[in-house]
């Protein structure tokens, strides 16, 4: 059995509820996200999602995974396998760690074994952590002018409560 681990972070200045909200906002995904084009599913432990992967310069892959964790603001995890239990297995998580008020660290990351990891990663290695950064500054930018009109809104509004 092989295993490999793929991670990326960004720190983010957004509240953990705003991160969360847009993560779990899948509707939107076809918006914003350059790498999961598509989750279709319920916001459950234990429900089965449908994951439309798109890393650059492959064709989209649609996966099953079922939810293993939903901790608002704080992760969701999901664990899909490739046909065959042990053949290529992942579990995939998104975690917010608050660092401040207005500021958290985002991680994505993919825990994989199975005996075809090696030659997997050998194909899609570089355009899975490609897609990581990509999605993880997509996330970044939306979660940051969602904060900033949010902001922006909380001084007027107080600016007209002075006056």
Same mark, same amino acid.
């Given at each position: ?12 200045? @957004?509240?953990?509820? *705003? ?7 899948? +509707? ?14 319920? %916001?459950?432990?234990? +429900?089965?999602?449908?994951?439309? %992967? ?16 939903? #901790?608002?603001? #704080? ?7 490739? /046909? ?20 958290? =660290?985002?991680?994505?990351? *993919?825990?994989?074994? /199975? ?6 990663? @050998? ?6 952590? +490609? ?17 900033? =009109? +949010? *902001? @922006? @809104? =909380?001084?007027? #509004? ?6």
């Amino acid at each position: 059995m092989f295993d490999h681990e793929v991670e990326e972070s960004v720190e983010i200045v @957004a509240t953990p509820a *705003e991160v969360w909200w847009r993560l779990t906002n899948f +509707a939107s995904y076809p918006d914003w996200n350059p790498f999961i084009v598509s989750i279709r599913g319920d %916001l459950e432990v234990g +429900a089965r999602l449908a994951v439309t %992967l798109k890393p650059e310069g492959m064709l989209p892959v649609v996966m099953r995974p079922q939810l293993l964790a939903v #901790r608002p603001e #704080r992760e969701l995890r999901w664990r899909g396998s490739l /046909g065959l239990p042990n053949l290529f297995d992942g579990e995939h998580a998104f975690i917010i760690e608050p660092l401040a008020a207005h500021r958290v =660290r985002f991680i994505q990351r *993919e825990q994989l074994s /199975g005996l075809l990891v090696p030659s997997a990663m @050998a194909l899609i290695g570089d355009n899975t952590l +490609a897609g990581f950064r990509a999605m993880n500054q997509a996330l970044r930018r939306r979660c940051e002018a969602m904060h900033a =009109r +949010a *902001e @922006a @809104a =909380r001084s007027e #509004r107080r600016a007209d409560d002075l006056s």
